[in-house]
């Protein structure tokens, strides 16, 4: 079973940084995708980016540029995914979640909604204050 364990939120000053991680383990394919999600209160879970088993990203469109994800999606077991964020301002308020899937996705932004992943962390808790 993969699990997925995020890290690196916390209360941060508007243009500030940070740099979430997501601790992943159990793939049994060869290849997979992930990708980074979040959710404010009262919104719909959002796709921020994500990375294709090619290792390519995709980013949401109206969050590119302030967002950076890095990570390896093929050919290990564990991985870790990251998602430098920069410039936090306080719409960046939300949970962020990583997310997985398992077997070759080609990435593009119909890879940005949450239907297409089945595994899912637990979130981590990014707050920016002005």
């Known amino acids: 079973e993969v699990q997925l364990v995020e890290s690196g939120g916390g209360l941060v000053q508007a243009g500030g940084s940070l740099r979430l991680s997501c601790g992943a383990s159990g793939f049994t394919f060869t290849y997979y995708c992930m990708a980074w999600f979040r959710q404010a209160p009262g919104k719909d879970r959002e796709g921020v980016a994500m990375i294709a088993s090619d290792g390519s990203p995709t980013y949401a469109e109206s969050l590119k540029g302030r967002f950076n994800i890095s990570g390896m999606t093929q050919q290990r077991t564990e991985t870790d995914l990251h998602l430098q964020i920069d410039n936090l301002q306080p719409d960046d308020t939300a949970v962020y979640y990583c997310?997985?899937?398992?077997?070759?996705?080609?990435?593009?932004?119909?890879?940005?909604?949450?239907?297409?992943?089945?595994?899912w962390g637990q979130g981590t808790q990014v707050t920016v204050s002005s």
């Open positions: 997310a997985a899937n398992q077997g070759y996705c080609s990435g593009g932004s119909l890879w940005l909604a949450a239907r297409r992943y089945k595994y």
